[in-house]
């Protein structure tokens, strides 16, 4: 007897809630083997994740440069069948930051994908601050939907695969030309902060893409993002998270706007269709185990034109969970503060929620996987990671899911 879809998801929920619900013995601050630098100690929100970096820098050169190394081996089969052993080279990222004058810094994120086959700038933004809650950013703009998108360098994370809900459903290091202000205020152990932009947004390949499905990564492929707006209407993303230093952190955030082009010189030609995606994130620390625990759930709505077929979403939605356990704390070969981890990730996305309107049956096109992962960290900014992916992969109309298994093995460093 097959169990309808929205059960399993509801005990994903409820599991997501309970885990991070747990208000006792927790702490905010990330486990020193995730820790970027020493002087951490819970201050940081996931907005600052692109300043919280390693950065080289020397008191006669005006630039600091920075950035990090990723290569893996993998090994998969889909029902059985495999094509064998490949490497690969997944993305050299490189950094630069320089402070111009008293409150004005710039900072770029420079990403090499595949030996070259993609090269994107995916932030080179100016800061400008004014007051500690009060400061510009404009440029190219990482979009702060949910955690992840913001907070994605490699060294950082015990697996080799980037969450499915913030690469398959959302566009993964989704960023956009655009300005806006951000801003943090602290009282005892809380910390609040927020983001607010106005930046190009979607466009219709999100509905017109090769997938045959609503795909929002599709409109990554855009080469005019950075130029021109496709629907000539600003894309509004905004987020406010909120941090105790001994519970941890949660954010809430917004982005959506028109993606299509329904005006041409003032004259209406199609109606107007709009994306709205929201997010919700966390993370904290079970202070007894040191156990860290993060999570993002999000959901999207689409205004798909009537005209489609219903294998054309209008709603999705996601959710990853990663649990972090160190095992070994200790001097290893020389390191001083050497990990070893294993973890755990599971990952669902539905690119089509909902039930066909003929039948009233469940409409398919879900992922599932579930990532257990052992990894060893020599310090906290370089992390070798071996993981075992199993995936069940599902068509729109509920056939026998797809399996995929897939052993996972490579390094990932800051420089």
């Known amino acids: 007897m097959r169990i309808s879809t929205s059960i399993y998801l509801e005990i994903c929920w409820l599991g997501f809630l309970l885990v991070f619900g747990l208000p006792f013995q927790l702490n905010a601050q990330l486990p020193d083997s995730l820790q970027i630098s ?7 929100l996931n907005m600052d994740a692109t300043y919280n970096r390693p950065f080289l820098s020397s008191e006669k050169m005006p630039v600091a440069v920075g950035g990090y190394l990723e290569a893996n081996s993998l090994y998969s089969s889909e029902d059985g069948v495999s094509e064998g052993l490949s490497f690969q080279a997944r993305r050299l990222t490189l950094f630069m930051s320089a402070s111009i004058s008293n409150r004005i810094k710039f900072l770029s994120e420079i990403e090499f994908e595949d030996g070259t086959k993609e090269i994107a700038i995916e932030f080179a933004a100016l800061d400008v601050s004014f007051h500690p809650l009060l400061n510009f950013r404009g440029g190219i703009l990482m979009n702060p939907i949910g955690a992840f998108n913001q907070n994605h360098d490699g060294p950082k994370w015990e697996f ?9 459903m959302l566009p993964a290091t989704w960023s956009n030309a655009g300005f806006g202000l951000y801003g943090k205020t602290y009282s005892g152990s809380w910390i609040v902060g927020y983001e607010a932009y106005l930046t190009n947004g979607f466009d219709n390949t999100i509905i017109n893409n090769i997938e045959n499905k609503t795909f929002l990564p599709a409109t990554k492929q855009s080469e005019s993002r950075f130029e021109e707006n496709n629907s000539g209407r600003a894309m509004t993303n905004a987020k406010i998270a909120i941090k105790n230093r001994n519970l941890g952190e949660i954010g809430f955030s917004y982005m959506g706007g028109a993606y299509n082009k329904f005006e041409n010189e003032g004259l209406k030609i ?4 709009g994306v709205h ?4 994130d966390l993370n904290t620390t079970i202070k007894r185990s040191d ?26 939605r996601g959710i990853f969970i990663d649990v972090v356990q160190p095992v070994v704390k200790q001097k290893i070969l020389g390191w001083k503060d050497a990990r070893f981890n294993v973890a755990a990730r ?10 066909f309107s003929e039948t009233d049956l469940d409409i398919g096109d879900e992922l599932w996987a579930i990532t257990p992962a052992v990894s060893f960290r020599p310090s906290s900014q370089t992390v070798f990671r071996l993981n075992y992916r199993y995936q069940w992969q599902v068509d729109l109309l509920n056939n026998p899911a797809a399996k995929t298994a897939s052993w996972l093995f490579g390094f990932s460093s800051y420089f």
């Open 346 to 355: 599971f990952d669902f996305v539905d690119w089509n929620s909902g039930s």
């Open 160 to 168: 080799v695969e980037r969450p499915d809900v913030a690469v398959s």
């Open 277 to 280: 995606v929201f997010a919700l």
């Open 270 to 273: 199609d109606d107007k269709r």
């Open 291 to 316: 156990t860290y625990i993060t999570g993002e759930m999000v959901y999207a709505w689409i205004q798909v034109p009537s005209t489609y077929t219903q294998q054309f979403g209008n709603h999705q």
């Open 38 to 44: 020493g002087d951490s100690v819970g201050a940081f």
